[in-house]
């Protein structure tokens, strides 16, 4: 009878621990992060569309630029603040600036224009964005 007993207390909480992993791993599943974020010292722009992009330009602050040729569908472009440029080659301080504004400019795969921004003044700070993960 004992016996019964334990293994009925170990199923209880094995059933507890396999719903708690459950919850858990959809709660964090269904949060969606922003599609342009700083993540350490890079930044990070997610495509969350369903189409590829092409010829990605991505400004920060209207000075420092990145690009690729393409982001396909669900891809990221990752690339550390330090190595964006302005046109004369002035690269991105780390140290002494902070990122104010994102655009990202782009054409998917039909042809339209793909226009992302963000900025400090009307989105969520990008401080915020890591504090919230």
């Given at each position: 009878m004992r016996g019964w007993r334990l293994t009925a207390v170990t199923l209880t909480l094995t059933a507890l621990v396999a719903l708690a992993i459950v919850r858990f791993g959809f709660s964090r599943a269904s949060v969606s992060e922003p599609p342009i974020r700083v993540e350490g010292q890079r930044l990070v722009v997610e495509n969350q569309t369903s189409e590829a992009w092409r010829n990605v330009i991505v400004t920060i602050n209207a000075y420092y630029r990145a690009s690729a040729q393409s982001v396909d569908a669900g891809g990221r472009l990752e690339a550390p603040l330090a190595n964006l440029q302005t046109g004369l080659g002035q690269r991105f301080n780390v140290m002494?600036?902070?990122?104010?504004?994102?655009?990202?400019?782009?054409?998917?795969?039909?042809?339209?224009?793909?226009?992302?921004?963000?900025?400090?003044?009307?989105?969520k700070p990008l401080a915020e964005q890591l504090q919230g993960r």
């Open positions: 002494r600036e902070r990122v104010t504004r994102v655009e990202v400019r782009a054409t998917d795969a039909s042809g339209k224009p793909v226009t992302l921004d963000w900025d400090e003044k009307t989105g």
